[in-house]
């Protein structure tokens, strides 16, 4: 039975990877179907629950609610996108914020004093959601698949009852969501983001101010969250450059009545 899913899983991983293609149209190898990376995300959402402290504060908890919902919105029905997507936000004093496979948003409290306003901070999530969208967990995971035997490796993670399943796992987990992604990965996340964002309303030249924040706010070191995610003069440039396209899906947003109103917690 195991040999026969195997099988039949490496045929649909077949035909999958022969015809990826990001939403910029870069070529990728993509060897595991979207169910599959929605159990990886699912799985590592459920660890980091489980392992750091959840920030209750009603009213924090509300404006990211706020600030996630249109962007979460927006990305529904690109490839790759949940259509229901859970937010939590974790006590975290680090710059961070995430996006899983599966429909799962996670922002750090430590954020939320970088990212200052609901533009800026709809910058960082609209780019993680990017990074959901062009699949580039699973363009890693299929990366290290193709390197370490295929899919008797993600069978081993999902669906095996060995000793080693979580080892399996957490490495998978590891080289798909929580490695630094590469630069071409960081640029159509980049753009992908900006468009979201702005068609959710959000005004996209926030996300210049935020890098701009990030760079002041490390005092010449990077935080966490730019150590996965390097900003620099040439990443706001290529922003920059994207950035009249974005401002006309950002007025024919607001013209379309789409104006989120989150207020920031004191």
Known sequence: ????????LSAIIASLAACATSPLGRKQLIMV???????????????????????????????VQCVAGPLAETAKGRPGAADRWEVVVFRDESANAFALPGGK???HTGLLKVAKTPDQLAAVI??????VIAKHGAERVSQSLAAQGGVA??????GGKSANRQQV?????????????????ESESDVIGLELMAKAGFDPRASVELWQNMKAASGG????FLSTHPASDTRISRLQENMAPAQQEF????????????????
Do not use: W
């Open 1 to 8: 039975m195991r040999a026969a899913r195997t099988t039949l």
């Open 33 to 63: 179907p979207d169910a599959q990376m929605s159990a990886l995300g699912e799985q590592a959402f459920t660890q980091m629950k489980s392992e750091t402290p959840i920030e209750r504060d009603p009213v924090m908890n509300a404006y």
């Open 105 to 107: 948003i996670g922002v």
């Open 126 to 131: 609209g780019h993680e959601i990017g990074h």
């Open 153 to 158: 490796v993600l069978n081993e993670a999902l």
């Open 169 to 185: 796992l957490g490495a998978l987990v590891t080289v798909g969501f929580l490695l630094p992604f590469s630069r071409t990965q």
């Open 221 to 224: 070191a990077p935080p966490e």
């Open 251 to 266: 007025a024919k947003a607001r013209a379309d009545g789409k104006n989120p109103r989150c207020a920031v917690p004191r």
